[in-house]
């Protein structure tokens, strides 16, 4: 597997905190994307992050990538109730097709 | 508009049976995938087309068949369902090649249940 951790991760906190979403990947990479799939609709990306990048910011939204470490991060500032999703982070990997290869996600529910 | 569409939403199938699900895009894009999400585990490609070209991952070959007929539709074709085939099945298309640095546009899914 392309993935560190394998299991859904859970995360549930209050609404107005802010949260940091961890991913770690085993093999090289040239770019990690992070998406959003909220109940009923299918995922929808947030930020894609380059190798030579460490970190990307869209709104509230910041994401890092380290590759010394091989891992990304996915931060959210002032969370409301509507960034309640699965959050995916996905790479592409050395499978020979250099395609996009997901993690299982995160479940993040925030509550009001 | 960047809308893939999924039809139908949710199918029943019997064990054994064929099934077929429909994806469609209109912008143009030269890529479509196929994803199957089963709970609490990550989206897993199965296959996808580049142009005229289908991809099939190793692992899902014999499983899974599909056509493109043209740029816009793409099915997923499974000959004899079996019930760990019950999943999501997740389309999605990119206007290149080689997803790592492309957008990939997702339509809702079909929920497929295999009785």
Redo the contacts between chains.
Sequence with gaps: SQ?GEE??QALSIQEGEDVTMNCSYKTY???V?W?RQKS??????LI?I?SNEREKRSGRLRATLDTSSQSSSLSITGTLATDTAVY?CA??AS?G?????????TQLTVMP | DTTVKQNPRYKLARVGKPVNLICSQTMNHDTMYWYQKKPNQAPKLLLFYYDKILNREADTFEKFQSSRPNNSFCSLYIGSAGLEYSAMYLCASSRGQGASAETLYFGSGTRLTVL
Excluded: E, H
Aim: net charge positive.
């Design positions: 993935w299991n859904l990479t040239t770019v994307q998406y009923g609709k299918g995922p929808a990306q894609l380059r995916f790479t592409d499978s097709s250099w395609q996009l290869i997901f993690g299982s996600g």
